[in-house]
C-alpha cells in the first residue's frame, strides 16, 4: 500500500521567499505529524493534527511557521520569509490515531535549502 | 518536557558482532519507546517498538529492553550484517492523558552505525 508522500523532495529558495511544503498521510491515519531535521541532528516536533481536534502548535519555531489540514488528508507546512538558518530536512509522519500511541510512518522528507 | 539521550553517537562493528544502542530519557509518564532506523536520504523507518508494560521485545535479529525504574531503554542487533549500516534513532512519547502533545515523539540524536564486511 501507498506509505506517507512528500513534495517536493528537494526545494532551493532565496532568502525572503515563502516556501509551501505538501504531505499526503496514508488512507485512514487520523493523526499527522511535522518534524524538521537539521544536518546530523536529531528530529524536532513542530506540529501535530489529531482528526478534527485544534492542532498542538507547540513546536513551531516561530510565527513564520504555521501549518493546515484539510480533514483527514492532506497536509502544508507554510514558512514566510525564510531564512538560512530554516535550511532543513522537513518529515511528515502519520499514524492511525494519536491517543494510544500508534506508530508513526515517515515520508521521504523535503530537503530545504535557503541561499 | 522530555528529554532523551543517546549514546553510542557512532558505532563500528565487523560483520556477525553483536551491536547494543543506549537511550535514557526523562519523563516518567513517557510510555511508548520506537525505535528506527534512516537510510542516506530517506525518512525514518520503524524497525521495533516496546510500551512501558512490557520488559523485553524481540523480532529476529532485533530487540529492545526497557528498564522503567531506571528510565532506559536499549538497541540490541545480533549477528549484523553489512546492510544494517545506517543511523539509528531512539525516541519516547506518551499517550494521551488529557494532556497535550499526545504522540509526540521526542527523539535521541541519533547513532551512525557502521558494520564492516
Known amino acids: 500500500g501507498a506509505g506517507v508522500s512528500q513534495s517536493p523532495s528537494n526545494k532551493v529558495t532565496e532568502k525572503g521567499k515563502d516556501v509551501e511544503l505538501r504531505c499526503d498521510p496514508i488512507s485512514g491515519h487520523t493523526a499527522l505529524y511535522w518534524y524538521r531535521q537539521r544536518l546530523g541532528q536529531g528530529l524536532e516536533f513542530l506540529i501535530y493534527f489529531q482528526g478534527n481536534s485544534a492542532p498542538d502548535k507547540s513546536g513551531l519555531p516561530s510565527d513564520r511557521f504555521s501549518a493546515e489540514r484539510t480533514g483527514e488528508s492532506v497536509s502544508t507546512l507554510t514558512i514566510q520569509r525564510t531564512q538560512q538558518e530554516d535550511s532543513a530536512v522537513y518529515l511528515c509522519a502519520s499514524s492511525l490515531n494519536a491517543l494510544s500511541n500508534q506508530p508513526q510512518h515517515f515520508g521521504d522528507g523535503t530537503r530545504l535549502s535557503i541561499l | ?117
Open chain 2, 1 to 117: 518536557g522530555e528529554n532523551v539521550e543517546q549514546h553510542p553517537s557512532t558505532l563500528s562493528v565487523q560483520e556477525g558482532d553483536s551491536a547494543v544502542i543506549k537511550c535514557t530519557y526523562s519523563d516518567s509518564a513517557s510510555n511508548y519507546f520506537p525505535w528506527y532506523k534512516q537510510e542516506l536520504g530517506k525518512g525514518p523507518q520503524l524497525i521495533i517498538d516496546i510500551r512501558s508494560n512490557v520488559g523485553e521485545k524481540k523480532d529476529q535479529r532485533i530487540a529492545v529492553t526497557l528498564n522503567k525504574t531506571a528510565k532506559h531503554f536499549s538497541l540490541h542487533i545480533t549477528e549484523t550484517q553489512p546492510e544494517d549500516s545506517a543511523v539509528y534513532f531512539c525516541a519516547a512519547s506518551r499517550s494521551g492523558d488529557g494532556g497535550t502533545s499526545y504522540g509526540k515523539l521526542t527523539f535521541g540524536q541519533g547513532t551512525i552505525l557502521t558494520v564492516h564486511p
